[in-house]
């Protein structure tokens, strides 16, 4: 929620009646964005968006400043937001989408408060692997990180498993993080990690800088399978060079990441916020190779929850709502 503090600023020199001085309060904004964990993407470009807002955004008489949080991704994301515990947040468009209409992990638990700023980026699905291996049936019988229980990387591993004739039982489930996972395949204590981020990855790329890896590609039939039940996934590929070793292209699957927010949130800040995110990218590509992908003509791909009245004031502005 909204949280303010003032500051007083004290000018001298202004007469009413006798000679005094005038206390001027000034508002701070404070407004937070839940992001990911450190090996991912959404902390580095959730930060740099936070410096962008502070840098670029008063509102009347009030200085926002914007932070951004380490979390637990979007599953996680979409239960601050439903419990208006952070002010905006970023969240994968399938689970975004789970969160509003109450299914998969929030089934008959609707979020309905939750609202939509704009579409950043895809984010890619990217299976690292031990070398060697390089199809998804490899993995029986083999230890898979899909991250925490009940988050989207989980479903999705659960759904790519169905989609192969497999089950969970047919695989070692592991539950690390991003960070956790490359350094297990490090040691070799890990086969796999399913990882959903913008690519190149921090934590892949400083896996693959001291060891080599092999990126399993998720295409054919059961992809095909997939999509018919998840539509939100896309066809995607991962470049050749994207990371040290990996020389040829990897085709994947990638989902659209969402800035989303609540009901709540003032409409003149989520109007500024949503302003300035796509009037800085150019400042957001510097950070990170997947801000280059953030435009406010693909703002609203994949959007399937309501738009937040400042953010659609903004898109009808610009034109992109008529």
């Not at 008959?108 to 299976?127: C, D, F, H, M, S």
């Not at 001291?210 to 470049?239: E, F, M, N, R």
């Amino acid at each position: 929620m909204k949280k303010i503090i003032k500051t007083l600023l004290i000018s001298t020199g202004l007469t009413v009646g006798l000679a005094s001085n005038l206390v001027v309060a000034q508002e701070r904004v404070f407004f937070g964005i839940a992001t990911g964990g450190t090996g991912g993407t959404y902390y580095p470009l959730g930060g740099m968006l936070a410096q962008v807002i502070s840098n670029n955004t008063e509102l009347d008489n009030k200085k926002l400043s914007a932070t951004a949080e380490t979390g637990n991704a979007s599953v996680a994301n979409a239960s601050l937001l439903g419990r208006r515990s952070i002010e905006s947040a970023f969240v994968a468009a399938d689970v975004l989408n789970s969160a509003y209409n109450g299914i998969n992990q929030f089934k008959n638990k609707p979020i309905k408060n939750i609202r939509a700023l704009g579409a950043l980026y895809p984010e890619t699905v990217q299976l690292v692997a031990q070398p060697g291996l390089t199809r998804f049936e490899d993995l029986k019988g083999k230890s898979v990180s899909s991250g925490s229980p009940g988050s989207g990387q989980w479903q999705l591993l659960g759904d790519l498993l169905a989609s192969h004739n497999m089950t969970r039982k047919d695989i070692k489930e592991d539950y690390s993080s991003f960070s956790q996972s490359a350094e297990k395949l490090k040691d070799g204590n890990l086969t796999a990690s399913l990882i959903t981020a913008g690519s190149p990855t921090a934590s892949i790329v400083e896996l693959s800088n001291g060891h080599d890896i092999s990126i399993i590609p998720l295409t054919g039939p059961a992809i095909d399978k997939l999509q018919q039940s998840q539509p939100y996934y896309a066809k995607a590929v991962l470049p050749a060079g994207t990371y040290k070793g990996v020389d040829k292209d990897i085709e994947t699957l990638a989902v659209r990441a969402i800035w989303a927010t609540h009901a709540d949130l003032d409409e003149d800040v989520a109007y500024a916020v949503t302003k300035a995110l796509f009037e800085n990218t150019d400042t957001l590509a510097k950070v990170h190779v997947k801000g280059k992908e953030i435009s406010i003509q693909t703002a609203l791909e994949s959007v399937s929850v309501p738009l937040h009245p400042g953010a659609e004031r903004y898109y009808r502005e610009k034109g992109i709502i008529k």
